[in-house]
DNA sequence: AAGCAACCCAACCGCGAGCCT
DNA sequence: CAGGCTCGCGGTTGGGTTGCT
């Protein structure tokens, strides 16, 4: 066994010897109270000798974990928005399950919740779809579907086909604005579609360059889908019902656009 | 209305990294 | 340098809630 994992669980016994009255499962008002109040006295940090000085029987890794994800008080509660959703999925992309890295492009958010959208709602859409969600197949389905419903849903006006009932059809004049004007240069009326995404009153952080180029490139997969596919996109509906049964041929057309000759959906 | 299953999310657990003495 | 300790991360669990039969 590793050293290191011996030293870790000594440490841990020693924990559990010394404390053998640590409180735990949920929260209740009074403890929530008394380390909302320490913190605001004190400050947080040094945990353990905070759970101990503020009179709270539990372990300094419960009150951290109770503050960061709940009593903090720029945590924000409710419903994982679109745009939201968006950045999760791309960034998911990218770094795989660093959640409190993706986390720190959502502001108010935790990894904790981000890791639980990931689990209860793509997870889900993985399995109805029987395949990996690390497999290529979904990880297309959703740059190539999900992704772009989900921005079209955020912002309506922009030209993305409609879906009509039956086979898809592409635009013959694709509209979708050109990259640079997706960066909002400041010419023409209006704010362009990256400030209207990146200042929308849900996601009310400026935009770091990194999280820039993010918008940027699902606009470009947006884009250059529009002009190249012939996979319909649909209006309006919720993400979920993308997923149903009656919306399998979209799914299958997406295979074949993408060339993928796996027996996904099989 | 009751029972059951699926879903959701807060909280816990194990582990590794890094700081301090 | 070794050991103690704290912090942060990702994975997992369990209980409450919701929806379905």
Same mark, same amino acid.
């Given at each position: 066994?590793?050293?290191?994992?011996k030293?870790?669980?000594?440490i841990? !016994?020693?924990v559990?010897?010394?404390? %053998?009255?640590?409180?735990?499962?949920?929260w209740?008002?009074? %403890?929530?109270?008394?380390?909302?109040?320490?913190?605001?006295?004190?400050?947080?940090?040094?945990?353990?000798?905070?759970?101990?000085?503020?009179g709270?029987?539990?372990?300094?890794?419960?009150?951290?974990?109770?503050?960061?994800?709940?009593?903090?008080?720029?945590?924000?509660?409710?419903?994982?928005?679109?745009q939201?959703?968006?950045?999760?999925?791309?960034?998911?992309?990218?770094?795989?399950?660093?959640?409190s890295?993706?986390a720190?492009?959502l502001?108010?958010?935790?990894?904790?919740?981000?890791?639980?959208?990931?689990?209860?709602?793509?997870?889900?859409?993985?399995?109805?779809?029987?395949?990996?969600v690390?497999?290529?197949?979904?990880?297309?389905?959703?740059?190539?579907?999900?992704?772009?419903?989900?921005?079209?849903?955020?912002?309506?006006? !922009?030209?993305?086909?409609?879906?009509?009932?039956?086979p898809?059809?592409?635009?013959?004049?694709?509209?979708?604005?050109?990259?640079?004007?997706?960066h909002?240069?400041?010419?023409?009326?209006?704010?362009?579609a990256?400030?209207?995404?990146?200042?929308?009153?849900?996601?009310?952080?400026?935009?770091?360059?990194?999280?820039?180029h993010l918008?940027?490139?699902?606009?470009?997969t947006?884009?250059s889908?529009?002009?190249?596919?012939? !996979?319909?996109?649909?209006?309006g509906?919720l993400?979920?019902?993308?997923? %149903?049964?009656?919306?399998?041929?979209?799914?299958?057309?997406?295979?074949?656009? !993408? %060339?993928?000759?796996?027996n996904f959906l099989?």
């Amino acid at each position: 066994m590793d050293v290191k994992v011996k030293k870790s669980q000594s440490i841990e !016994l020693q924990v559990q010897d010394c404390e %053998e009255d640590i409180r735990k499962g949920p929260w209740s008002v009074e %403890e929530d109270t008394i380390l909302q109040n320490y913190v605001a006295t004190h400050g947080d940090g040094r945990w353990n000798s905070l759970a101990r000085s503020a009179g709270l029987k539990r372990s300094g890794k419960s009150c951290r974990l109770r503050w960061l994800n709940y009593l903090r008080p720029d945590v924000r509660r409710g419903n994982i928005t679109l745009q939201e959703q968006i950045t999760i999925l791309e960034l998911h992309s990218r770094w795989g399950n660093r959640w409190s890295k993706i986390a720190r492009h959502l502001p108010g958010r935790t990894d904790n919740e981000i890791k639980n959208y990931w689990r209860t709602r793509v997870i889900k859409q993985a399995r109805n779809l029987k395949c990996d969600v690390d497999s290529k197949q979904f990880q297309d389905a959703l740059r190539y579907v999900w992704m772009p419903r989900l921005i079209e849903r955020t912002h309506p006006s !922009l030209p993305i086909p409609s879906e009509t009932h039956g086979p898809a059809h592409v635009d013959p004049n694709p509209t979708a604005p050109a990259q640079h004007e997706l960066h909002g240069s400041g010419s023409g009326s209006g704010p362009s579609a990256l400030e209207d995404v990146s200042s929308g009153a849900e996601l009310n952080a400026p935009l770091d360059s990194d999280s820039e180029h993010l918008v940027y490139d699902v606009w470009g997969t947006c884009d250059s889908f529009n002009g190249n596919s012939t !996979l319909p996109l649909g209006g309006g509906d919720l993400m979920e019902s993308l997923w %149903e049964d009656e919306n399998m041929w979209l799914m299958r057309q997406l295979c074949h656009d !993408l %060339e993928i000759k796996d027996n996904f959906l099989a």
